[in-house]
C-alpha cells in the first residue's frame, strides 16, 4: 500500500500563511508584548504622563502599595467580591441549566433568551438601570418588599448591591453553557445508571457533575478573570463608596492612573492583580480535580 504524498503548499499559500502570522505577530507585540513591558517598568518609576515625569524608584512603588489601607480594603472587597459571585454564576447557571434541559420544560426557547438576555446588554446601561431600582425614594426593590435601605450609600449594603447586580447581569451566560454540556453528554450512561436502579441525586451526583467538569472549570475560571478586572460597576454605580467599602482592586488601578496620573503605582497594583488571576486560576483548576 503506497502512502500518498501530501502536495506541496504552492508560492501563494507560503506567502498568505507568513502575511497572516506577521500580522499575528505584529498585533501581538503592539497591544500585548509592548505594553506589557511599559508596566513592568513603569512599575519601578515615578510615570506622571501629563509633566512627562519618569524617575527611577526601584521597589518604592510595591512599598507604598502594601503600606497604603485602602489597596488592603480594595484586595479584601475583590476577593469577596469575586468569589461570592463566581459560587451563585456557578449554582444558579447549573440550576437553571439543569431545569431547562428537562424534558418536562416548556418553552425552552424561551426560557434560554429570557436568561441570556442580561447577559448581551451593554453593562453600562444594566447599571443605571439598577442604580434606579436601588433608589431609596422611588427604587422598585424598597417598594416592593417594603423595605427602607439607601443601598448604595450604605457602606453594608453598597457592595452586596454590586453582586446582586453582577449576578444577575452574568449567570445567563453560564446558563448557555451549562446547558451546552448537558446536552452533548452521552445518553447511554444515564441509561446504565436507571437499569442499575440510580435516583435523581445519585445520577446528578455520579454522572452529571463528572462529566461537566471540563464546562464548569471554563466558566469557574474566566469568571475569576473577569471579576478580578471588575470596575465597571463601581465606576457607575457608586465611585468606591461610600468612603471605600466598594473599592476594588481594578478600580483602584483606574482610580491611580487616569484620575491621581499615578502610574508607576497603577502599574505596580496591576502586576499584583495579575498575580492575584494567576494564583485564583491555579487553584481553580485543583478545586475541580484538572491538571494543568
Request: glycine letters at 4%.
Amino acid at each position: 500500500m503506497f502512502w500518498k504524498r501530501r502536495p506541496l503548499q504552492s508560492k501563494s499559500e507560503v506567502w498568505m500563511r507568513n502575511l497572516v502570522m506577521g500580522f499575528l505577530i505584529l498585533y501581538m507585540t503592539i497591544f500585548l508584548v509592548i505594553p506589557v513591558i511599559m508596566v513592568v517598568a513603569g512599575s519601578f518609576h515615578q510615570w506622571n504622563p501629563l509633566n512627562q515625569t519618569y524617575n527611577w524608584l526601584g521597589v518604592d512603588n510595591y512599598i507604598r502599595m502594601f503600606s497604603y489601607p485602602t489597596f488592603w480594603q480594595s484586595m479584601i472587597n475583590t476577593v469577596v467580591f469575586c468569589v461570592v459571585v463566581v459560587v451563585f454564576r456557578v449554582v444558579l447557571g447549573l440550576a437553571i441549566a439543569y431545569a431547562l434541559n428537562s424534558k418536562m420544560t416548556k418553552h425552552k426557547t424561551f426560557f434560554r433568551t429570557v436568561f441570556y438576555m442580561p447577559t448581551v446588554t451593554p453593562l453600562v446601561a444594566v447599571a443605571y438601570v439598577w442604580m434606579i431600582m436601588y433608589n431609596p425614594q422611588f427604587g422598585l426593590i424598597d417598594k416592593i418588599f417594603g423595605l427602607d435601605i439607601n443601598w448604595l450609600y450604605d457602606s453594608k449594603f453598597a457592595l452586596p448591591s454590586l453582586m446582586i447586580m453582577t449576578i444577575w447581569k452574568d449567570f445567563g451566560y453560564a446558563v448557555i453553557l451549562f446547558l451546552s454540556g448537558l446536552l452533548s453528554l452521552p445518553a447511554d450512561c444515564y441509561e446504565s445508571a436507571s437499569i442499575d436502579g440510580a435516583n435523581a441525586w445519585q445520577t446528578f451526583r455520579y454522572i452529571t457533575l463528572p462529566l461537566l467538569k471540563p464546562t464548569m472549570l471554563f466558566v469557574v475560571v474566566t469568571s475569576i478573570i473577569s471579576y478580578l478586572q471588575a470596575y465597571v460597576p463601581v465606576l457607575v454605580m457608586t465611585k468606591g463608596g461610600p468612603g471605600t467599602s466598594t473599592y476594588l482592586s481594578s478600580y483602584l488601578v483606574y482610580d491611580q492612573a487616569f484620575k491621581q496620573y499615578n502610574f508607576g503605582y497603577a502599574s505596580a497594583i496591576s502586576l499584583f492583580i495579575l498575580v492575584l488571576t494567576a494564583i485564583f486560576t491555579v487553584i481553580s483548576f485543583k478545586v475541580t480535580g484538572e491538571k494543568n
